[in-house]
């Protein structure tokens, strides 16, 4: 009786996860305390996507196979959220979203692949990536004096060109 009162979640849409891969060695110790340094993509229709950095104005996005980032070990894939775009749609707003980041827009602190994560798995579900994958760049007051030169610099955003339409 007791258990046909107890409602099961309707699990409809496509699930969207985050995976976490460790950037150093200390995130062993550190991700007790809520800290690291992490690097995540998102996942959705067997595929990860990630944000890294380059010279070019070009998206800074890349397609690639889940949970295999450039070798490194993964921490954690946290199931964020479930979208209800199909696979096409989803396919257009990575596209979209990763206009939105190109290369040259990369920064370790104000502008790296976990707002990337961050930014698409909202944009996906309404739901944001858990706070401690980033924490360490929210919390950049702590170690900035310990970072190369121009790594704690804000980086130009791109131009958002808006739309004009002559009545029609």
């Not at 891969?21 to 550190?30: C, G, I, K, Q, S």
């Not at 990860?48 to 490194?72: H, I, N, R, T």
Request: net charge positive; proline share 6%; charged share 20%.
């Amino acid at each position: 009786m007791l258990c046909g009162m107890i409602r099961k979640k309707n699990k409809t849409g496509t699930p969207v996860y985050i995976n976490v891969y460790d950037l150093m060695p200390v995130n062993r110790y550190a991700y007790w305390f809520g800290l690291g340094f992490y690097h995540s993509g998102v996942q959705v229709y067997g595929v990860e996507y990630a944000f890294g950095g380059s010279d070019s104005s070009k998206p800074g996005v890349v397609k690639l196979d889940p949970k295999q980032f450039q070798g490194l070990h993964i921490r954690k894939s946290i199931l964020i959220g479930r979208t209800e775009l199909n696979e096409k749609e989803c396919q257009e707003l990575i596209k979209k979203v990763a206009k939105e980041y190109p290369g040259n827009s990369y920064n370790i602190i104000y502008r790296n692949c976990n707002h990337f994560a961050n930014d698409t798995c909202k944009r996906l579900t309404k739901k944001t990536i858990p706070g401690w994958v980033n924490r360490l760049a929210r919390l950049n007051f702590l170690y900035s004096c310990l970072l190369p030169d121009g790594w704690n610099e804000i980086p130009p955003r791109p131009a958002v060109v808006a739309a004009t339409h002559n009545g029609k």
